[in-house]
């Protein structure tokens, strides 16, 4: 039997992450009753999304132009790369406005029970921003990995470290350890041991 369109809107509207079918029927009712200044307009910003979005040649982000506005922006440092795993961490890092650098998204981290190897990532891409130009300067002189504090995000930092071994770029990671405005009571076992082991000066 074939589904109706209203529940063929709902089924896909679930496969969105946080969205469950309770929520997926909520949201696609909402939609329904605001046809005019909702879900007209959405159907539209997502037609020309799908035909208009694209990766970035350079760095994998995400934009309407072969090369997103971050790497064509002369503002930004180009000697400092921040390596993300997806490109929802690369948006996460901007919105903190602590960043003036470079990007390259990996489009996720090694795992071996998911079979994904440096082959199924965008590790070669970012070897090939590292070389040195013609003259033998680094265009690239820090590579800082923004990864997953689980054991695929840490094993993925260890492999781009070892591969940067001795290529004359400083290779750091983001700070672990307790966040602004975290009462110690609240935190995990981990994030207190990476916050004693990481500790500084006072």
């Excluded at 130009?133 to 995000?153: C, W």
């Excluded at 966040?179 to 500084?200: F, I, M, N, Q, W």
Aim: glycine content about 10%; proline content about 4%; some cysteine.
């Amino acid at each position: 039997m074939a589904i109706s369109d209203i529940e063929r809107l709902i089924q896909l509207l679930a496969r969105l992450p946080g969205l469950g079918p309770r929520s997926a029927r909520r949201v696609a009712l909402q939609m329904i009753k605001k046809r005019e200044t909702l879900m007209l307009p959405l159907a539209a910003a997502l037609q020309q999304a799908a035909e208009s979005i694209r990766a970035c040649t350079i760095c994998g982000n995400l934009d309407t132009q072969e090369t997103c506005a971050i790497c064509r922006d002369p503002e930004r440092d180009a000697t400092i790369i921040c390596v993300a795993e997806e490109v929802g961490d690369l948006w996460a890092i901007e919105r903190s406005g602590a960043f003036k650098g470079r990007y390259h998204v990996l489009g996720g981290t090694l795992s071996a029970l998911d079979g994904r190897g440096p082959d199924q990532l965008n590790v070669a891409a970012l070897m090939d921003r590292l070389r040195p130009a013609d003259d033998g300067t680094m265009p690239v002189r820090e590579v800082i990995l923004a990864l997953s504090v689980t054991v695929d995000g840490q094993t993925t930092g260890h492999y781009i470290a070892e591969r940067l071994a001795g290529a004359g770029v400083s290779v750091t990671r983001l700070a672990h350890g307790v966040p602004v405005g975290g009462e110690l009571d609240y935190l995990d076992d981990g994030t207190l041991s990476a916050a004693l082991k990481a500790r500084g000066p006072a």
